[in-house]
């Protein structure tokens, strides 16, 4: 079974179920397993317009993940999607529709350090999260969740964003 993408305006919720997710994570992991836990993401930027699931990037201290790390995830209801395609990055999902995604990382990894960058760099400007937005708004209610003409869509917008210098 599919889902749509469908894009929301902005939740203020998010950064709780973020919180409430996090500490869901900490109980099982514990501080022996990860470094942090990061909000990254469409929801993490306050004001923007997000598929509203959480995006969670989690450094963690041993990586690749064991597989008593991944079997503790699935028991809260993580789908262990593998690195999909991202060297140097596990991936989750959960829930259906989709609540959360976790990326799994290394301690200062380069996912992680790209997550982070973006979310930061969209915080500090206006300007950039409307011409995301409107990148996003094209594929709004006509793609499927994961479709990957909307990835291709999104990455040059992404990359400009990365390796802008000035950030």
Avoid at 1 to 8: A, D, F, N, P, S
Avoid at 10 to 24: A, L, R, T
Wanted: glycine share 6%; aromatic share 10%.
């Amino acid at each position: 079974m599919t889902e749509k993408l469908i894009l929301k305006d902005y939740d203020p919720n998010w950064v709780i179920k973020f919180d409430e997710e996090s500490k869901n994570i900490f109980k099982i992991l514990t501080n022996d397993t990860v470094h942090k836990i990061h909000h990254v993401g469409s929801t993490s930027i306050a004001g923007m317009k997000s598929k509203s699931i959480i995006d969670m990037a989690i450094e963690i201290k041993q990586y690749p993940p064991s597989v008593k790390v991944v079997e503790l995830l699935e028991s809260i209801g993580y789908k262990n999607e593998g690195e999909c395609g991202v060297p140097g990055r596990y991936w989750f999902t959960k829930g259906f529709p989709r609540e959360f995604h976790l990326h799994l990382t290394p301690i200062d990894g380069d996912v992680v350090r790209s997550l982070l960058k973006f979310r930061d760099v969209l915080r500090k400007s206006k300007l950039l999260q409307v011409e995301y937005m409107k990148i996003k708004e094209k594929f709004n209610g006509h793609h499927e969740l994961d479709s990957h003409e909307y990835n291709l869509h999104k990455a040059p917008f992404v990359t400009k964003v990365l390796l802008d210098k000035g950030t």
